[in-house]
């Protein structure tokens, strides 16, 4: 076990290292990675969904009501800036419909897992991060796909209420589970969150494998624009978050905290529904294929010069 704990700490420090390494080799020797199938992709983010879902406890939803001015803000701005910024790029960069669908449903996904990790990298508010991230992946079967039908539904024929069920089965059943598991096996689970980060980043890895071998040669054709637009996409995010928690006066600590949030996407869920619900679209979901490996480089860099800029103020 201890060895296992060892090699998880390690994936999970080197995540966007390893994301990358195996999106070059899904890209460029597609054939070596071919065995991972598109079809596993659900039971895929399911098991990271699960994954979060044991390290959720009740305390957890306090940050709602001992800071819901920060928590309301942050899952507005995930809401509303993130959807609004996608829109926003994929008209100014004409996009092709399939490709403009993946960046709409990356904007109007949940936060993601890893910001949680990144929140505590930069030295920001963890116990924020994780009920701003518990809260929006919760909200999701909702916000999700009204927005989604919101934003292209005049283009393309949205499932609605297909999309709230999958995002029911993949997201919100696992995390109930995995809440449920870890209050009856409490002393089991607490042993297991400790080889999540394995877990977890191989599920992960997996979903951005699975749809880059599938796309290899239309991402080599097309892959330059979607990448500069996907970039933008999560820098502004990054830019809304911190700029809207700097307007309602809060402290650096969830100033940064809100900026991570908005600005990392649960990509593996819009590559989910891309999949599931656009499947004569096949370029849909390489937007959240490529969000995947970029906001976790992003993610980590940003987090490193935050955490940087708290130590210097620390010593003023």
């Known amino acids: 076990m201890k060895f296992l704990e060892k090699i998880s700490a390690a994936v999970g420090k080197y995540m966007a290292i390893i994301v ?33 879902g044991l390290t959720l406890k009740a305390s957890d939803f306090k940050v709602v009501f001992s800071q819901p001015k920060a928590v309301v803000a942050g899952i507005l701005a995930q809401f509303t800036m993130m959807p609004l910024i996608a829109f926003a790029l994929v008209h100014i960069f004409a996009l092709p419909l399939e490709l403009a669908i993946g960046v709409i449903l990356v904007g109007c996904a949940p936060g ?7 929140t505590y990298l930069a030295k920001g508010d963890v116990a924020l991060s994780v009920g701003m991230t518990a809260c929006t992946t919760l909200l999701a079967p909702i916000m999700t796909p009204a927005l989604t039908y919101l934003l292209v539904g005049t ?11 999958s995002i029911v089965k993949v997201v919100v059943i696992p995390i109930a589970l995995g809440i449920i598991c870890t209050h009856l096996f409490s002393k089991t689970t607490s042993q ?3 080889i999540l980060p394995l877990v977890s980043v191989t599920a992960i890895v997996m979903i951005v494998a699975a749809v880059v071998v599938v796309n290899s040669a239309k991402i080599l054709t097309s892959g330059l624009l979607i990448g500069f637009v996907i970039i933008l ?8 978050g911190y700029m809207i928690a700097k307007v309602l006066k809060m402290n ?34 390489i937007a959240g294929a490529l969000f995947s490996v970029w906001h976790n480089i992003s993610g980590s860099i940003i987090a ?5 800029r708290a130590s210097k103020a620390a010593k003023q």
């Not at 993601?112 to 990144?118: A, C, E, F, P, R």
């Not at 940064?256 to 370029?283: D, K, R």
């Not at 490193?304 to 940087?308: D, E, H, K, V, Y």
Request: aromatic content about 8%; charged content about 5%.
């Open 20 to 52: 990358i390494v195996i999106g070059a080799v899904a890209l460029f020797s597609p054939s070596t990675l071919a065995w991972i199938k598109t079809s596993w992709v659900n039971t895929l983010l399911s098991i990271v969904m699960f994954g979060m």
């Open 112 to 118: 993601g897992t890893s910001s949680n990790v990144m």
């Open 155 to 165: 283009a393309i024929d949205v499932n609605y209420i297909g999309m709230f069920i």
């Open 192 to 194: 297991l969150t400790k």
């Open 233 to 240: 996409h999560n820098l502004f995010g990054y830019g809304a």
């Open 252 to 285: 650096q600590a969830r100033c940064n905290t809100i900026a991570i949030e908005v600005g990392m996407q649960n990509s593996g869920l819009a590559t989910t529904l891309a999949i599931t619900h656009f499947a004569t679209m096949p370029l849909a979901a």
């Open 304 to 308: 490193n010069l935050m955490a940087l």
